[in-house]
C-alpha cells in the first residue's frame, strides 16, 4: 500500500515565547545578562568594534580612490599615444 505520509506537508512547529533563534540554537532570554555593568560592557564593546568597521571603510574608500586615479592615469597615457 501506498505511504499516504510522504505527500502531506509537515507543520512547522512554533516557537516557544521569549526565544530567539540565532545562528541555528536557541537562546532563552531570561538567560541573558542584562545588569547595568553587562550592558555597558556590550556597549563598549560594540563601539570598539565600530570604529573597528569605520577606519576599515576610510581604508578601503582611499584604496578606492588611489585605484581609480592609477585607472584615469593609465586610460589618459594610452589616449596620448594613440592621438599622437
Known amino acids: 500500500m ?3 505520509t510522504a505527500g502531506k506537508a509537515k507543520k512547522r512547529a512554533k516557537k516557544a515565547p521569549g526565544r530567539t533563534t540565532r545562528g ?3 537562546v532563552r532570554l531570561r ?3 542584562q545588569s547595568p555593568a553587562h550592558l ?3 556597549c563598549a564593546r560594540l563601539r570598539a568594534q565600530l570604529e573597528a ?3 576599515q571603510i576610510q581604508a578601503m574608500e582611499a ?5 581609480l586615479d592609477r585607472i ?3 586610460i589618459d597615457s594610452l589616449t ?4 599622437a
Open 31 to 33: 538567560d541573558v545578562p
Open 80 to 83: 596620448s599615444l594613440h592621438d
Open 2 to 4: 501506498a505511504d499516504r
Open 72 to 74: 584615469n592615469w593609465a
Open 53 to 55: 568597521a569605520q577606519a
Open 40 to 42: 555597558a560592557a556590550e
Open 24 to 26: 541555528g540554537s536557541e
Open 63 to 67: 584604496q578606492r580612490k588611489e585605484l
